[in-house]
């Protein structure tokens, strides 16, 4: 009577060791199982988002290969080329950051939530470039410069996302001496909101320059709409 006793408990603690093994693996495990995985292309990768990818460097100037779909060797090191030239991590990986830069929607922003969050970073991306462009400007400069990047959008000329136009090779100043990536100040925030809510002081301006500093002659050329502090904003 007592082995069988014996027996038993030690099956029933055989049982609630395994039980308490599988719980805590699921508990370690679920959360990784749960997480959104991040959307990323990489060597080797093949489809239509890759294609999305090649024909943005290409027609920024960053790759000169085929629209094959396929994310080869060309494809890689044009990335690279892109990531080293916008401040992003250079690995080769079109990650959310890169494709958020190159203006590529992921899936994730199909969603309502992912939409807002989409916004966010409109916003936040916004305001770091009026910072890193026009801190000390006049307010309603800030607005305007904004707006420049938001005309820009809508005009075929130019990329159609607030991440295309700011990273767009060569468009700001800020983004080549990395003032983008400066302490943001809260009228920089206040000023990409405005701009967003539609409020546009440019007067419809797609170029703006700071005559004092502008190096390009070509600029002078742009039909000038209004001055407002040290920028001139033209069509």
């Known amino acids: 009577m007592t082995k069988k006793i014996l027996k038993f408990r030690k099956a029933i603690i055989l049982v609630l060791v395994i039980l308490v093994t599988y719980i805590g693996n699921s ?18 990768s093949k489809g239509n988002a ?5 024909k943005k460097l290409k027609s920024w100037g960053y790759y000169n290969g085929s629209i094959d779909n396929v994310y080869g060797y060309q494809t890689f090191t044009a990335v690279k080329y892109f990531q080293s030239k916008n401040g992003l991590k250079v690995d080769g990986v079109a990650g959310d950051a890169t494709l958020k830069a190159l203006g590529i929607n992921t899936a994730s922003n ?25 801190r000390g400007e006049p307010y309603e400069g800030q607005v305007a410069v904004g707006s420049v990047v938001l005309n820009r959008t809508r005009d075929p000329r130019f990329p159609s996302s607030i991440a295309g136009v700011v990273y767009q090779p060569g468009a700001f100043t800020a983004i080549v001496d990395g003032q983008i990536h ?8 206040n000023a990409a909101r405005d701009a967003l809510n539609g409020w546009d002081p440019s007067g419809g301006a797609v170029y703006y320059f700071n005559p004092a500093t502008a190096t390009s002659n070509w600029i002078w050329s742009r039909p000038l709409i209004k001055v407002i502090g040290k920028h001139r904003f033209c069509r």
Request: no cysteine; glycine share 8%; charged share 10%.
């Open 27 to 44: 508990i370690f495990i679920a959360p990784y199982n749960n997480a959104v995985q991040a959307i990323a292309y990489y060597y080797g």
């Open 50 to 54: 890759v294609g999305s990818i090649q």
């Open 110 to 134: 199909n969603s309502s939530s992912s939409q807002s969050s989409g916004n966010s970073q409109d916003e936040l991306l916004l305001a770091r470039l009026i910072n890193g462009e026009a």
């Open 182 to 189: 400066a302490n943001l100040e809260q009228n920089s925030i």
